[in-house]
């Protein structure tokens, strides 16, 4: 058993909300650097230009990246040898939150559903606790901002419905957000398991790296990831959403088996500035 | 890249065409979803706004709190849509620009045509890159809606693109 102090939680949640608030995640950065290589368009080229000129302004001067440093969404996994010690870890994670958006001079905000009245500091998060073998606890902290965040869709099909149905539902999702949530995009995909679970897959879609070599064998999973991100840069969407070679950067799909009588499709849209930042403590 | 001295005057506003790219310096006003609801309300009671909006341009934002030696933090453009609600009351009162991101209704287009005004598109998801054109930031009202307060920024070659001209054509 190893025994941990949730204080090393806050602090590690603390810096990664600055790292990924600051520090574009590097096969985000070569995604980006590559579609601009690629593009012919002269205005686009300049767009892309923009963006790659921001993420080394914001690494620089320790500015993020994007104003809105959306909501903490924090991932946890816990190695079942591990014993946390000291305060609750909900409020750990929170703690870190408020210390790591305060530190980083990021922008507050959380509201009250109801009110809209703001926290003031951003907490609380959004936090999934996931238990695993070992004695580490790895942690993700994703600021998730909502002007993409608004554009995620979900549906449950017929399980009869075809890849064909599919393809279609994920591609006018992207269609749908348009020139709205700072295209290109990285569109993550949940297949499967249930309402929740499909949502949930669709986030995690969102971490799996957007460039390089992605899958060593052609799965139908990236197989349908070929297919779709194929046809949604023929929308043309681009950077700033007035036109050009790349409309998403990538296509991530995450799957789990599902019920006989349905099959939920989710679709987070994630911005051209994907934000996250993981450690192991 | 044409340059542009804030406040818009009309002739400057009939002479942009979608797709002309420019640089505007002089005064904004920042206002986002609770601002513009704000206004709204204040309009729909014939009250008078906290701020003469006449000839003024809105920029859509919300920006990071300002490091020590910096004007304002990270301060790009949020999704233009949401306001278009509250957009043509607006524009009836005399503001004559705004900046954001993304497409706009119907009607909004067609007040833009009416009351002769134009839609700048800054390129979102570039807060650092547009932090260093403001020069100057203060909140100007709504100080308890933190960083949803209508903030002044005195902006120097703030890069923008036509999206919506007057004659009430869309770049989209």
């Given at each position: 058993m ?5 204080k ?20 985000v ?18 767009i892309?230009?923009?963006l790659?000129?921001?993420a ?15 909501i ?23 703690d870190?939150?408020k ?8 922008r507050?905000s959380i509201?009250?559903p109801?009110t ?16 695993v073998?070992?004695?580490?606890v ?9 002007g993409c965040?608004?554009?995620n ?6 399980p009869?419905?075809?890849l064909k ?6 591609i ?13 995009y ?5 297949i499967?398991?249930t ?8 986030k ?12 060593k ?6 197989r349908?990831e070929?297919?779709?991100?194929k ?6 969407i681009?950077p700033?959403?007035?036109?050009g ?11 789990h ?10 679709v987070?849209i994630?911005?051209?500035a ?5 450690a192991?403590i | 890249?044409?340059k ?5 005057s009309?002739?400057t506003i009939e002479?942009?065409?979608i ?7 002089g ?11 704000r206004?709204?309300e204040?309009?729909k009671?014939?009250k008078?706004l906290p701020v003469d909006?006449k000839?003024?341009?809105?920029y ?7 490091r ?13 849509s949401r ?10 009162t ?7 991101k993304?497409?706009?209704s ?17 390129v979102g998801g570039?807060g650092a ?8 930031a203060?909140?100007?009202?709504f100080?308890d809606?933190?960083p ?5 920024l005195s ?6 693109i036509v999206?919506?001209?007057s004659?009430?054509?869309s770049?989209?």
């Amino acid at each position: 058993m190893r025994t941990i102090n949730v204080k090393e939680i806050k602090k590690a949640v603390s810096d990664l909300c600055i790292k990924a608030n600051t520090d574009l995640r590097p096969d985000v950065f070569s995604a980006i650097k590559k579609a601009a290589g690629l593009e012919t368009d002269k205005r686009a080229k300049k767009i892309w230009g923009v963006l790659i000129e921001n993420a080394a302004i914001a690494k620089r001067d320790r500015l993020a990246i994007c104003q809105d440093t959306g909501i903490a969404c924090v991932y946890l996994e816990i190695g079942r040898d591990v014993k946390l010690t000291g305060a609750s870890l909900e409020r750990a994670v929170n703690d870190g939150v408020k210390l790591g958006y305060r530190r980083g001079y990021f922008r507050a905000s959380i509201v009250d559903p109801l009110t809209r009245k703001n926290t003031g500091n951003n907490a609380p998060a959004v936090i999934k606790t996931k238990i695993v073998n070992g004695d580490k606890v790895r942690l993700t902290v994703i600021p998730k901002g909502f002007g993409c965040e608004n554009k995620n869709q979900i549906k449950m099909f017929k399980p009869t419905a075809g890849l064909k149905d599919v393809k279609k539902f994920i591609i006018d999702a992207v269609r749908q957000a348009g020139p709205d949530a700072c295209p290109p995009y990285v569109v993550g995909v949940g297949i499967g398991g249930t309402f929740e679970k499909a949502a949930e897959l669709s986030k995690e879609a969102l971490l799996k790296t957007v460039s390089g070599v992605r899958c060593k064998v052609l799965s139908p999973e990236c197989r349908l990831e070929k297919e779709l991100l194929k046809e949604i840069n023929k929308l043309k969407i681009g950077p700033a959403g007035i036109g050009g070679k790349t409309t998403a950067l990538a296509v991530n799909i995450c799957s789990h088996p599902t019920h006989i009588a349905g099959l939920p499709v989710a679709v987070s849209i994630g911005c051209h500035a994907m934000r996250s930042a993981t450690a192991v403590i | 890249m044409r340059k542009i001295y804030l406040p818009l005057s009309k002739e400057t506003i009939e002479d942009l065409r979608i797709g002309d790219e420019v640089l505007l310096t002089g005064t904004i006003y920042t206002a986002r979803d609770q601002a513009h609801k704000r206004f709204f309300e204040l309009l729909k009671k014939n009250k008078k706004l906290p701020v003469d909006l006449k000839a003024q341009t809105i920029y859509y934002c919300g920006p990071t709190a300002a490091r020590p030696g910096n004007a304002i933090g990270s301060c790009g453009p949020t999704t233009s849509s949401r306001m278009d609600a509250f957009t043509p009351a607006l524009l009836k009162t005399g503001l004559k620009g705004m900046i954001g991101k993304g497409s706009r209704s119907k009607e909004v287009i067609s007040a833009i045509k009416k009351y002769k005004a134009v839609y700048f598109l800054a390129v979102g998801g570039a807060g650092a890159y547009l932090s260093k054109k403001v020069k100057r930031a203060r909140v100007a009202v709504f100080k308890d809606l933190g960083p949803e307060a209508v903030y002044e920024l005195s902006v120097k070659d703030f890069p923008v693109i036509v999206g919506i001209d007057s004659t009430g054509r869309s770049i989209y």
